[in-house]
């Protein structure tokens, strides 16, 4: 009987391949697309950290964004929609509207331990309460515009499903933790700056010349 099996050609090692045409331009404009992002939570950062005269909480309000961006990457993963570049555009976008999440809550609580005097639990306990309302709105309302992006109703919504998708998914899934999430790593991060404002405290005392009686 015939052999049912197809020869299999093996290339050479001198010959490499790459890609072209529109493959070769989504791949450029991908990596420059990655740059993009790093760039733009950089400049978060430091505008942040200019705000509020300290470079540790604008990570607090930060801490929100792994969670925006693999609630968006398995949503896109369960409804089998490829990474493109509306999707990754979507992710960007969900950069700007998660970290308002963090900014309503450490702002409020910066806000209470400063001017009223209380600890860091007490600030973050009273932020999430009086600030829950405000940051649900605002994420249902975003949510909401955005879901017949997601639906992919009207023409040519083939195109843009990817990135309502992306913001849709990365919405849910990082309001369901930002709540959680954000007043644990604020008070973690309030008790890391704590020790290290004391640290530096002692380290000056030991630097300072003895004063002669």
């Not at 009987?1 to 090692?13: H, R």
């Not at 979507?90 to 999440?101: Q, R």
């Not at 005097?117 to 973050?124: H, L, M, T």
């Not at 999430?181 to 020790?195: A, G, H, Q």
């Amino acid at each position: 009987m015939p052999s049912s099996k197809q020869p299999v050609m093996v290339l050479p090692s001198t010959i490499t391949t790459s890609f072209q045409g529109s493959a070769q331009t989504f791949q450029q404009s991908f990596n420059d697309l990655c740059v993009l992002l790093l760039v733009s939570i950089l400049v978060i950062y430091l505008i942040l950290g200019i705000l509020y005269e300290d470079f540790i909480h604008p990570i607090t309000i930060l801490s929100g964004l792994p969670s925006a961006g693999f609630g968006a990457l398995l949503t896109l993963l369960i409804f089998q929609v490829d990474l493109n570049l509306y999707s990754f555009i979507g992710i960007i976008l969900l950069v700007g509207i998660v970290k308002k999440n963090g900014i309503m809550l450490v702002d409020f609580a910066i806000e209470a331990q400063r001017k009223e005097g209380k600890n860091s639990f007490d600030a973050i306990y009273a932020a999430c309460l009086i600030r829950f309302r405000p940051i649900m709105m605002t994420t249902m309302a975003a949510l909401i515009g955005t879901l017949p992006i997601a639906l992919g109703t009207g023409v040519g919504s083939e195109a843009c499903r990817p990135l309502g998708i992306a913001i849709v998914g990365g919405l849910v899934f990082s309001q369901i933790l930002t709540l959680y999430l954000t007043p644990v790593f604020y008070i973690y991060m309030e008790t890391w700056r704590k020790k290290l404002s004391m640290q530096s405290r002692k380290a000056k005392k030991k630097h300072l010349p003895a004063v002669k009686s």
